[in-house]
Structures are given as structure tokens and as C-alpha cells.
């Protein structure tokens, strides 16, 4: 049963920075993109960001140039580097297998406000 944990969420002021993590336990990682998704309230869930395996990368025109995904397959962990983080960054964050969705994991809250 694959595993997904997301973690390093929190409150930041808008300008700030956060790294989330994701953590994937259960199954072989490398072989596969994967997606980070944010969900803001009552909104639909939403994607902003894939690596693939070799690491190429793409993002939402939203976070073009403010976020930077990345991944260490050795540590079978996904990152998501956040920086000049605006209010409308307000979510709940996800991360996921691409095309072939695992279950979905708890998320991790970023709340950007002064």
C-alpha cells in the first residue's frame, strides 16, 4: 500500500518562502512523474506543478518563476520549493503520482497572510 506523506506547510507572510515535502512510501519511486496539487476553499483541486523522472519539469503559469519542484529519488521525497508567496497561494497542498493517482494523503495547509 503506497503512502504519501506531505509536510511543511504553515503560515508565511506574503513575499515569504516555504518548502514542502513529500515523502512516498510502499512502492518504486523513480520510475515515475509526480504532481504537487493545491486545493484552496471551495475551490477545485488544482495543478501546479510535475517532475518527471529524469526531472524535467513544468508548472502552472500561476507559479511560473516562484516555485521550483524537484525530487531525490534516493530518499524516495518530492519537494516544492515556494518563494515570493502571495495570499492567492492559500491551500491545502498535495502531491501525487501523475496519470495514475495513489490514494491521496492528509496534505499539508499553507496559509499566506500579514
Known amino acids: 500500500q503506497v503512502q504519501l506523506v506531505e509536510s511543511g506547510g504553515g503560515l508565511v507572510q506574503p513575499g515569504g518562502s516555504l518548502r514542502l515535502s513529500c515523502v512516498v512510501s510502499?512502492?518504486?519511486?523513480?520510475?515515475?512523474?509526480m504532481d504537487w496539487y493545491r486545493q484552496a476553499p471551495g475551490k477545485a483541486r488544482e495543478l501546479v506543478a510535475t517532475v518527471n523522472s529524469g526531472g524535467s519539469t513544468n508548472y502552472a503559469d500561476s507559479v511560473k518563476g516562484r516555485f521550483t519542484i524537484s525530487r531525490d529519488n534516493a530518499k524516495k521525497t518530492m519537494y516544492l520549493q515556494m518563494n515570493s508567496l502571495k495570499p492567492e497561494d492559500t491551500a491545502v497542498y498535495y502531491c501525487?503520482?501523475?496519470?495514475?493517482?495513489?490514494?491521496w494523503g492528509q496534505g499539508t495547509q499553507v496559509t499566506v497572510s500579514s
Open positions: 510502499g512502492n518504486i519511486f523513480s520510475s515515475y512523474a
Open positions: 501525487n503520482r501523475h496519470y495514475i493517482p495513489y490514494p
